[in-house]
């Protein structure tokens, strides 16, 4: 179980990146000097309640907000019809599940690549990976130098903070689980 210190930073960091506000635009907000907010999103310090209170206000939560380690219901269930694909021409995603850790963000997709599809991918933040498992059909993946050619039922783990790439040359589907680094996220 994390220490108060770490809930409160994972917590800290998670409200304000929902809020999309920097570090000065909090300070601002809440009179928190920006140094105390990004000692405490690195879990250091000892926050005060009148430093938690004036966080939480400028953030619109609550203080149990940042004080509460988020809890995940025991059973999750994501029906088809809830999360609908997010289409494009060489492949359609799914974001089935994102779930935020203390030292790690981990997100799962399903993909579905079309015939004939070649999408080269930018490079996602420092210390990303990729995990892809194929369902069907065939996808090449991992490094444009030298992708890596997957059948149903085989899994690849690759480096995704440099180019990579996806195609494939009939319909298939793979899922796709994405982990990214807390210290990559944004500050």
């Given at each position: 179980m994390p220490s108060g210190v770490t809930v409160v930073a994972g917590n800290l960091q998670r409200l304000r990146g929902e809020r999309g506000l920097t570090l000065a635009a909090l300070a601002a907000r809440s009179g928190v000097a920006k140094g105390t907010i990004s000692e405490l999103e690195r879990g250091r310090g000892n926050p005060t309640i009148e430093t938690l209170f004036a966080l939480a206000y400028a953030l619109e939560a609550t203080l149990a907000d940042l004080v509460e380690e988020e809890q995940a219901p025991a059973i999750e269930v994501v029906r088809a019809a809830e999360r609908p694909p997010i289409?494009?021409?060489?492949?359609?995603?799914?974001?089935?599940?994102?779930?935020?850790?203390?030292?790690?963000?981990?997100?799962?997709?399903?993909?579905?690549?079309?015939?004939?599809?070649?999408?080269?991918?930018?490079?996602?933040?420092?210390?990303?990976r990729e995990h892809m498992y194929v369902i069907s059909g065939e996808v090449d993946t991992g490094p444009p130098?030298?992708?890596?050619?997957?059948?149903?039922?085989?899994?690849?783990?690759?480096?995704?903070?440099?180019?990579h790439v996806y195609r494939s040359r009939t319909d298939s589907r793979a899922l796709l689980i994405m982990t990214v680094p807390k210290s990559a996220l944004p500050h």
């Open positions: 289409t494009g021409r060489p492949l359609d995603a799914r974001l089935l599940h994102r779930s935020r850790h203390p030292d790690m963000t981990v997100e799962t997709y399903e993909l579905f690549l079309h015939p004939g599809a070649d999408h080269r991918a930018k490079a996602h933040r420092p210390g990303t130098e030298a992708p890596i050619r997957l059948e149903p039922g085989d899994y690849a783990s690759f480096p995704a903070d440099t180019s």
